[in-house]
């Protein structure tokens, strides 16, 4: 592919803990083997789009590493710079981190522990709340993997589902109420593509 300025956002396959529904932040299980499934997956749909990705960015937790060296092992792309940065981790659940999310619900109220999953910025006990995770996540976006972009380098993000929330509120400009609703599935690349002034010029889901 000849167009430049690429940027590929994928969350991890299904974790271990996902599996078992559980608060995982920054806990660090690795994935299911349908979580292997699904970073297989997103390979290949990331391989139909025939970019040459410049570098990888992930976070400092397992499964999103694995997940991204799934996806470049399947674009036969292994070889290209990897940088770890735990800027780009999932969203702290605090004390909530390794507990059943229905236990949670027992001990804390279903209207509470819906508050600290669903609002932007009520963070659980001893966590952080997804404005906290983006006060994180956008200035690392901003000042480390953006650059890059718009330096004509196409970039692969592998991270979380509330990590990369933060992001695509940014990209997209969606509000702080609207951010909160949406769902990111497991392994399923989102294809970004940039003009030379930093504005988007495609955004296509690369997923049913």
Excluded at 15 to 35: A, M, Y
Aim: proline letters at 4%; one cysteine or more; aromatic letters at 8%.
């Amino acid at each position: 592919m000849g167009l430049k300025r690429n940027l590929v956002l994928v969350r991890h396959g299904q974790s271990e803990w996902n599996e078992k529904n559980l608060f995982t932040g920054w806990k660090d299980p690795g994935l299911t083997s349908l979580g292997y499934k699904e970073a297989k997956n997103a390979g290949q749909l990331i391989l139909n789009t025939k970019i040459n990705f410049d570098c990888m960015f992930t976070s400092a937790l397992k499964r999103a590493q694995l997940t991204g060296d799934l996806i470049l092992n399947e674009i036969q792309q292994s070889d290209i710079p990897i940088i770890q940065n735990q800027a780009l981790n999932e969203r702290d659940y605090g004390s909530l981190s390794g507990l059943n999310k229905d236990d949670a619900r027992k001990k804390w109220g279903e209207d509470q522990v819906h508050i600290w999953r669903r609002s932007y910025d009520t963070p659980p006990p001893d966590g952080e709340s997804l404005k906290d995770t983006a006060e994180r996540v956008l200035p690392y976006f901003n000042e480390v993997i953006m650059p890059d972009v718009l330096n004509d380098k196409n970039i692969l993000v592998a991270a979380h589902g509330n990590s990369l929330r933060a992001l695509i509120m940014q990209l997209d400009n969606i509000s702080e109420e609207e951010i909160v609703k949406l769902e990111i599935p497991t392994g399923a690349p989102i294809h970004y593509l940039f003009d030379e002034d930093g504005s988007i010029s495609s955004k296509e889901k690369l997923y049913e």
